[in-house]
């Protein structure tokens, strides 16, 4: 089984600064089929990056993914005040199918 | 336009069998490549994958849960079930089903979630 772990857990910022999130993987994920995923409380989550850098449709190019292999990172480049949520990234390469713990982005 | 809707009890006793239903629209499971997976998340807590049906009925289970969870889809093509058994206290969470694209295999569509809380 992947274990995924994020950093921070928390991040805590103002509208306009960027935001960098991080999620390192225990083991190479196969074809970098890594998610992240943006969470508002009471909500499902929303599908931000696939494939560890390709956007879903309909995000803000503010949303960016990168890496390969075990270090995968998100990055907004100017947090909106809608942005402020809690983000995972999840492996989907294999089952089963890990998430990350999660890094709360909260304003400052 | 896909949707993805989870329907349930919101209240179950330990030890009983939880049966919850994912009825979509906007695609089917007669399509090639397609799946619907179930996923929870306990309040507070991270997102859990629990399970996966794909179109040709070809199914993954977590491990952890293996002994307890069984997942279907139905002949219209627009339902799938997940029934876990001998629920626990523990089990309490939101509970939601996603498709999984075909191809690019990610999780793109999810739906809203339904809470389910065992009670002792």
């Known amino acids: 089984e992947i274990v995924l772990t994020q950093s921070p857990g928390t991040l805590s910022l103002s509208p306009g600064e960027r935001a960098t999130l991080s999620c390192t993987a225990s083991?190479?994920?196969?074809?970098?089929?890594l998610a992240w995923y943006q969470q508002k409380p009471g909500q499902a989550p929303r599908l931000l990056i696939y494939?560890?850098?390709s956007r879903a449709a309909g995000i803000p190019d503010r949303f960016s993914g990168s890496g390969s292999g075990t270090d995968f990172t998100v990055t907004i480049s100017r947090v909106e005040p809608e942005d402020f949520a809690v983000y995972y990234c999840?492996?989907?390469?294999?089952?089963?199918?890990?998430f990350g713990q999660g890094t709360k982005l909260d304003v400052k | 336009q896909i949707t993805l809707k989870e329907s349930g009890p919101t209240l179950v006793k330990s030890t009983q069998t939880l049966t919850l239903t994912c009825d979509f629209s906007?695609?089917?499971?007669?399509?090639?490549?397609?799946?619907v997976a179930w996923f929870r998340q306990s309040p507070g807590k991270a997102l859990e994958w629990l399970a996966l049906?794909?179109?040709?009925?070809?199914?993954r289970i977590s491990p952890s849960l293996k002994s307890r969870l069984t997942i279907t889809k139905d002949t219209s093509g627009n339902r799938v079930v997940l029934t876990m058994t001998n629920v626990d206290p523990l089990d309490t969470a939101t509970y939601f089903c996603?498709?999984?694209?075909?191809?690019?295999?990610?999780?793109?569509?999810w739906g809203q979630g339904t809470l389910v809380t065992v009670s002792s």
């Open positions: 494939a560890a850098s």
């Open positions: 906007g695609f089917s499971l007669y399509t090639s490549g397609v799946g």
């Open positions: 083991q190479s994920v196969t074809s970098n089929f």
């Open positions: 999840q492996q989907y390469a294999g089952s089963p199918y890990s």
């Open positions: 049906i794909y179109w040709d009925d070809d199914k």
């Open positions: 996603a498709r999984r694209r075909p191809k690019l295999l990610m999780f793109d569509y």
